[in-house]
């Protein structure tokens, strides 16, 4: 990646915030292991301000779209506060193995961290976890895929892809709970709307369906441009 590729993805930008539009296969800060990072850009982000702009909240290496990030301290601490206080809206998009049995529902299984040694770590559904609510609903099915649209109502870690395993339908991709090998994740954050003004509407701010995610998408139903779709103007 380069600053010019990371100013390509910028989605949203006002004097507090910026969305960008994460590309699946990257982590978005440094790791235990080093190696390539998206704060290693936010550099080119600035647009003139003192400090790089950071992030308020997080997505995994192999989830793409809507990424916030909070242009000073004041911001950050706005936004930190709206998202552990879940007023923000968030709306996934992911093709599943298999077709649920129903069209819509809400998964409300609690989450526990499971670990071997701090660098081997996963979420499973366990009773007396944390609190984790999932609504979801069938977009469309074909050829034993289906689309989900997601909304998760807590954020625990891993929740979606945790949720749609316990469901009996993992993500495509998505080894680590079960998913189809031999793909890309297919989970991509398609928006979130922010109710960052008191006295004005929510901030709502889409992201493009990702390539890797185009053709599986088509065949479910989707109908929009892979290119053209989520255009938002800075």
């Known amino acids: 990646m380069t600053p010019e590729d990371i100013l390509s993805r910028l989605l949203y930008r006002d004097a507090l915030m910026l969305v960008i ?8 800060h440094k790791g235990t292991g080093g190696g390539v990072n998206l704060e290693q850009y936010f550099e080119a982000l600035r647009f003139g301000l003192p400090r790089t702009p950071a992030l308020a909240h997080r997505l995994d290496r192999g989830t793409s779209g809507c990424l916030v990030l909070g242009r000073h301290r004041q911001a950050l601490h706005r936004l930190g506060k709206m998202f552990a206080g879940n007023r923000i809206k968030k709306t996934y998009w992911a093709v599943v193995s298999g077709v649920p049995a129903e069209t819509e529902g809400v998964i409300d299984l609690p989450l526990a961290k499971q670990s071997k040694d701090r660098s081997q770590w996963w979420m499973k559904v366990e009773e007396g976890g944390m609190p984790a609510v999932t609504r979801y609903k069938v977009m469309g099915s074909a050829d034993g895929y289906s689309w989900l649209e997601l909304e998760p109502q807590t954020g625990r ?17 998505d080894v680590v709970y079960g998913g189809e090998a031999g793909a890309m994740m297919q989970l991509h954050a398609r928006a979130v709307e922010i109710p960052l003004y008191p006295k004005k509407d929510p901030i709502t701010v889409t992201a493009p369906v990702p390539r890797h ?19 938002n103007s800075p």
């Open 213 to 231: 995610m185009g053709e599986r998408l088509e065949r479910c139903g989707f109908k929009e441009s892979i290119a053209d779709s989520g255009d």
């Open 157 to 173: 870690t891993h929740q979606l892809r945790v949720h749609c395993a316990a469901l009996g339908h993992p993500i495509v991709g």
């Open 21 to 28: 539009d994460k590309p699946a296969g990257i982590p978005v």
